[in-house]
């Protein structure tokens, strides 16, 4: 049961990830700002890092700077990865500045799991 409440989130958001991130051809819409792909790139691996921050901590603040520097650390090796395997995927192509979207939305993760993940499970007793 401790699987299916802090790992599953996090692996099948991976291959929900994976599964956009490799198709050979994703439309996002246009929203008008010339970013839309971007802002998608980051989003998308913010949500991974939110899921990985909270299936290291568990919600236990002790555990909080080990479940940052796991997130960031396998989080920006997964963003490279990731986004390097386009390469070979036909359809798809590496760009530098997705990758960097990519890290990016990393990085900001641990920031919104504390400021905005945490209080909101305090406020709202998630367990």
């Known amino acids: 049961m401790k699987f299916v409440k802090w790992e ?26 010339n970013a839309e792909d971007k802002i998608a790139h980051i989003i998308v691996f913010a949500v991974w890092g939110v899921l990985m921050s909270r299936s290291v901590s568990k919600y236990e603040i002790k555990q909080m700077p080990f479940a940052v520097k ?8 997964f963003a490279i990865v990731d986004e390097s395997a386009q390469i070979v995927i036909p359809g798809r192509y590496f760009t530098f500045y997705d990758g960097i979207a990519n890290i990016l939305g990393i990085w900001l993760s641990p920031v919104v799991f504390h400021y905005i993940v945490l209080p909101l499970k305090r406020r709202f007793s998630l367990k």
């Open 70 to 77: 796991v997130t960031i650390l396998t989080g920006t090796l």
């Open 8 to 33: 599953l989130p996090l692996i099948l958001w991976t291959c929900i990830l994976l599964a956009l991130t490799w198709y050979p051809r994703v439309e996002i819409p246009d929203l008008g700002i």
